[in-house]
């Protein structure tokens, strides 16, 4: 269980390569990086952005099909080819008048490091590099791709008293 006021999250930052996604990427003959989702990860992240939760995903990778996954969660912030992940994090705060503490972001790597220290709550999988673990305020008992992203939605939105909401989940 997260040890914070997750009354006070208004956004949700995720990686894909080893959070959203399992840390072993298949290749396509072609070259192209084949990703896996989690059903239930994304099922969590179409209910929070209908809650009126702000989501975001920041990504080194480049591959189209990540974009379309997550846009078709209805996910309006994707940046792709994020080499320094602290300045698309600086526009999605702006964007959106956010403070840190009103942030969660999730990520499992050395990339993630420099974000974890300017969210209010930092967390990862179960399987993030060491380094990654020793800054985080939450570390999931799932791992990347295995619904890690699940377990921190929906326990920001029970805190919010929005999750199994029939409005939200329901359209009615």
Not at 23 to 43: A, C, F, Q, S, W
Not at 96 to 116: Q, R, T, W
Not at 156 to 172: D, I, N, P, T, Y
Request: hydrophobic residues 40%; contains cysteine.
């Amino acid at each position: 269980m997260i040890n914070y006021d997750l009354t006070k999250i208004k956004a949700l930052v995720f990686d894909v390569d080893g959070v959203l996604s399992a840390e072993t990427i298949v290749l396509h003959p072609n070259g192209e990086p084949m990703r896996t989702v989690n059903i239930k990860d994304g099922y969590a992240l179409q209910l929070a952005v209908k809650c009126g939760l702000h989501v975001a995903i920041i990504t080194g990778g480049k591959t189209e099909a990540v974009r379309l996954r997550y846009e078709g969660l209805g996910i309006k912030d994707i940046y792709m080819g994020a080499a320094v992940k602290t300045r698309e994090y600086a526009d999605f705060l702006s964007k959106y008048n956010l403070k840190a503490e009103e942030v969660l972001y999730m990520g499992d790597d050395i990339p993630d490091y420099e974000v974890l220290g300017l969210v209010g709550l930092p967390c990862c999988p179960a399987d993030a590099a060491p380094e990654i673990k020793a800054v985080c305020t939450y570390i999931s008992h799932r791992n990347g791709g295995y619904g890690c992203g699940r377990d921190v939605v929906e326990q920001v939105l029970r805190a919010q008293g929005k999750w199994m909401s029939h409005e939200a989940a329901f359209g009615w």
